[in-house]
Every structure is written in C-alpha cells, then in structure tokens.
C-alpha cells in the first residue's frame, strides 16, 4: 500500500507540469484576457465601446502574435507564416514542425495548447450569436475581428499539425523500411544502364 500522495498524472491540465510554464501562462493569459476584457466591459465595467475595443483588439494583436511565434513553437513544436511571392504577389502558407525525435512534446503543453486553441474561437461565436440577439451590432464589429485572429491561428495551427503527422509519416515508411535507399540504387543503376 502506497502512503505518499501522488501527484497529477502527467498530461493533465496542471501548469506545473508544464515543460515551459512561463510560456504556458502567458499564452493563457492573452487567451483569457481578451474575452474577459470584452465581456466584463460590455456587461459589467463599462459600456465605453472604444476603450473596450482598443483593449481588446491590442490583447488579442498580442495573442496573435505570441501563439504563432513563441507559444506553438515551445508548446508543441509548431510554427507557420505566409510567405508572399514578389513576383506574382501569391502568398503561400509555410509550416514547420520540430523533429520528433530529437524534440518531444509534453504531454500537457499540447492538451492546454489545443483546448486553448479551439476554445476560443467557440467563445468568440457565442458572444457573436449574443451580440445579433441582443441586437448590439457595433460590438458585433469588435467580435468578427477576433473571430479573424482566432480562426486563422487554429486553421494554421491545425493544418501544420496535419502537415507534420504526414511528413512524419512520409518520411518513417520512406527511411524506416530501407525505401530510399532502395529508390535511390534504382535511380542511380538505371542512370548508369544507359
């Protein structure tokens, strides 16, 4: 029988167990934050639409940027950015994922990550459906700009994940069962055939 307490089971969503808390809370904040800063002041604080408005659109500027360039890359090892083809003007969206085998993930980093991730564009349109009942459409405005900021980072963030669990997957069944090296003597002994 075992009398020493355990602690939390690793993946469950505790802080502490983070591998980068820092970056854990303060993803967490910026997520959290503009949505309390938004329904507080509408419904509690003040009824100031521009003050509410700069708050919350700065807070949620900053929780754009942190997610996709600090917090996904520490967190779970994910990175994307559009890149634009001076040429042409075609922008194209770039993905990067960490080596799994030389990086792996914390297990309740990526639960808090993509809870985090899909959670709020979910409350963002609820408060879009209680602005159109209750008939408020200006905060309606300041709504669809955060459901923009939140639907691209989770769109992005979902098709990097996606991205890397393919190359992954490529790259295992193309190195893991000898398929390149065989490729690769093909190519090289049908060249020399000639």
Same mark, same amino acid.
């Given at each position: 029988?075992?009398?020493?307490?355990?602690?939390?089971?690793?993946?469950?969503?505790?802080?502490?167990?983070?591998?980068?808390?820092?970056?854990?809370?303060?993803?967490?904040? #910026?997520?959290?934050?503009?949505?309390?800063?938004?329904?507080?002041?509408?419904?509690?604080?003040?009824?100031?639409?521009?003050?509410?408005f700069?708050?919350?659109?700065?807070?949620?500027?900053?929780?754009?940027?942190?997610?996709?360039?600090?917090?996904?890359?520490?967190?779970?090892?994910?990175?994307?950015?559009?890149?634009?083809d001076?040429?042409?003007?075609?922008?194209?969206?770039?993905?990067?994922?960490?080596?799994?085998?030389?990086?792996?993930?914390?297990?309740?980093?990526?639960?808090?990550?993509?809870?985090?991730?899909?959670a709020?564009?979910?409350?963002?349109?609820?408060?879009?459906?209680?602005?159109?009942?209750?008939?408020?459409?200006?905060?309606?405005?300041?709504?669809?700009?955060?459901?923009?900021?939140?639907?691209?980072?989770?769109?992005?963030?979902?098709?990097?994940?996606?991205?890397?669990?393919?190359?992954? #997957?490529?790259?295992?069944?193309?190195?893991?069962?000898?398929?390149?090296?065989?490729?690769?003597?093909?190519?090289?002994?049908?060249?020399?055939?000639?």
């Amino acid at each position: 029988m075992e009398t020493a307490q355990q602690g939390p089971a690793p993946g469950s969503l505790s802080w502490k167990l983070s591998s980068h808390p820092i970056t854990l809370l303060t993803f967490l904040f #910026f997520r959290i934050s503009s949505l309390l800063v938004y329904i507080l002041g509408l419904r509690l604080l003040t009824s100031n639409f521009v003050m509410i408005f700069i708050i919350t659109i700065l807070l949620l500027a900053m929780d754009f940027y942190y997610l996709k360039n600090i917090a996904g890359r520490r967190l779970v090892g994910l990175r994307w950015w559009n890149e634009v083809d001076t040429a042409t003007g075609d922008g194209r969206w770039v993905f990067e994922s960490a080596d799994p085998e030389t990086r792996e993930v914390n297990a309740t980093d990526k639960r808090f990550f993509w809870i985090a991730l899909y959670a709020q564009p979910v409350l963002w349109i609820l408060l879009a459906i209680l602005a159109l009942v209750s008939l408020e459409f200006i905060w309606l405005t300041l709504v669809v700009i955060a459901l923009v900021l939140t639907i691209t980072n989770t769109l992005a963030f979902s098709r990097c994940d996606k991205f890397s669990h393919a190359s992954g #997957f490529a790259s295992n069944a193309l190195y893991g069962s000898g398929m390149a090296r065989n490729l690769a003597s093909g190519v090289i002994g049908g060249l020399f055939r000639r």
